[in-house]
């Protein structure tokens, strides 16, 4: 398994490209092209992906304790984020994320950001 750092954090909105749309919208599999900075970066591998369903702020005491352990899992309406660390074509690492919080009444979809880019660790290696 590759180790990555962070190199450069950046966590700007960006636009996704899926070849199939996902099922649902709100929770989405990763996209396979984003476009950032006038550039569209293609995805040739998705190196790991995970989720983060902490409710933040006020919407962290708005539940009783048991609805609050469940949504912890699955998340809730508006809560949550899929996060992907990828590979694109020009072999650089990004973590690129959706976030399912909406950004008004008007706007209730999610959006995705680019969060940041990585680099491979420079770890010590032994002879052996």
């Known amino acids: 398994m590759t180790d990555y750092t962070p190199a450069h954090f950046f966590d700007n909105p960006i636009e996704v490209r899926f070849d199939v749309r996902p099922i649902r919208e709100k929770a989405p599999h990763c996209p396979d092209e984003f476009s950032w900075n006038g550039r569209v970066y293609r995805i040739v591998a998705v190196l790991s992906e995970w989720t983060d369903f902490t409710r933040r702020g006020k919407m962290g005491r708005n539940m009783r304790p048991a609805h609050a352990a469940t949504a912890a899992t699955r998340g809730s309406l508006n809560v949550g984020r899929y996060y992907f660390r990828v590979q694109v074509e020009a072999g650089r690492v990004f973590d690129i994320y ?8 008007d706007d209730r979809k999610g959006q995705w950001f680019l969060y940041r880019e990585l680099e491979k660790s420079h770890g010590s290696t032994t002879a052996g």
Do not use: G
């Not at 959706?98 to 009444?105: I, L």
């Open 98 to 105: 959706y976030d399912r919080a909406m950004k008004n009444v």
